[in-house]
């Protein structure tokens, strides 16, 4: 599949990049990693984010040239679809996306069954960008600093600084690689994880006095409402990494975050320690992701919505409930 993709890259010269909404550091790093490869190639290259971009991502390079609304579809031959399960991920546009002539999907997500003629994925994979890493190296492509930067973001921020259970061989070597190519470790790090805004800290300071731990002290959540983000006038990307707070705590082997949506739903990311299979309860609640981590988006009350996720952890997650020999 990589020959396929790269004779795709060669043939044509108009490319659409997007990843899905709400989009993460691996999602915003792959993105703008391809944009500087197909610009590289002479190519013409746009990429497209239903979302806004986060204040800590937009030290990378070329995220200025990030666009949020979609230009017309029939402006573009083929559109790269990056770090989605299915194509519904990219957003509201999706339908118009999937009706550009070639469509080429890059994945890590172990729901993914396959949307796309031409697809890579691989859910051994750290990221989407360690997958990326792998079609540079197969074309043979100049690695710049600006790609190594972006490709490094892409890895660090989906193995949570390479703490993960998917941080392998293959994704410390790619990310030795990447420094080799440019990438400054210590900068990248710093913004991301040490440029908060002020309202990140007032809401961890309003969601943390609710902590919740469930089931004999192995299941813990955090919840972030409307209310709270507009009393810490806070945005819901200040959010990210809460889900990973609750899992910091000795004996909590699983952590869970509902944040509400404007729309009065709830988005749910769900984290597991060791070897506990968290993907199947997100495929449960209509959502995916990877073993130890996952996500979906529910609708209804709070407390009806945390009796199924809890039902869904008891029914999915066995193993959570074996006493210790």
Known sequence: MLRKIHELMQKHSSFLVVAHERPDGDAIGS??????????????????????????YLFLP????IVQELPSVENFEVAIILDCGEMERVG????????????????????????????????????????????LRYSKISLTSEIATCLYAAILTDTGGFRYGNTHSSS???AAKLVDGGADPQWISENIYESDP?????????VLPNLILEEDGKVGSLIVTQKALAEARALPEHSEGFVDLPRSIKGVQISILYA??????FKISLRSKGRINIEKVARFLGGGGHTNAAGC????????IRRQVIGAIRAYVPELYKKEQ
């Open 198 to 206: 002020a309202g990140r800290i007032h809401l961890l300071s309003m």
């Open 92 to 135: 509201t546009h999706a339908a118009e996306i999937a009706s550009i002539p070639n469509l080429i999907n890059i994945d890590h997500h172990m729901s993914n069954g396959g949307f796309c003629e031409v697809c890579l994925i691989d859910p051994n994979a750290s990221s989407t960008g360690e997958l990326l890493f792998r079609l």
């Open 172 to 174: 410390l070597m790619a």
């Open 31 to 56: 993105t703008l990693a391809f944009y500087h490869i197909l610009r590289g190639f002479g190519k013409n290259a746009v990429v497209y984010s239903q979302d806004r971009i986060p204040e800590n």
């Open 260 to 265: 509400e949506t404007p729309d009065s739903r």
């Open 62 to 65: 070329g995220s200025e040239r």
């Open 297 to 304: 988006r529910v609708a209804g009350e709070l407390e009806d």
